[in-house]
């Protein structure tokens, strides 16, 4: 009886605390801008040429796009990427962690 109280309690916990989509989005964006960053400074590091108007048009194409799901105790949202990666994002308990996919990945 304690087992099946306990789990009311966390679910109910888990409804109130679903993260939004701006959440979300703001995830996927930060994903977005450590990654760019991240080839930004690969590149000019070969090259010596900077890439933030590049990292701020990707950020910007992005915004206000995306798939946006609630499963009550738990969301997802999912962007497409240019080519054949995706971003996609899961939720719960106020926290949302992201990843980068590529569609390729995993196909033989």
């Known amino acids: 009886m304690r087992m099946l109280l306990l789990l009311i309690l966390i679910g109910v ?3 109130f605390t679903v993260p939004t989509r701006e959440t979300h989005e703001a ?3 930060a994903l977005l801008e450590a990654q760019a960053q991240e080839q930004t400074s690969q590149v ?5 040429i900077s ?3 590049i990292v701020d048009f990707v950020t910007g ?4 796009q ?14 497409d990427m240019p080519g054949a990666a ?4 899961w939720g719960a308990f106020t926290q949302v962690q992201c ?5 390729g990945a995993g196909a033989s």
């Open 27 to 29: 995830a996927a964006r």
């Open 44 to 48: 000019q590091q070969q090259s010596g």
């Open 61 to 64: 194409m992005m915004a206000g």
């Open 66 to 79: 995306g798939r946006y799901e609630t499963y009550y105790v738990a969301s997802k949202f999912t962007i």
């Open 86 to 89: 995706y971003v996609e994002c």
């Open 99 to 103: 990843r980068r996919v590529d569609r």
């Open 51 to 53: 890439l933030d108007g």
């Open 13 to 15: 916990a888990a409804y």
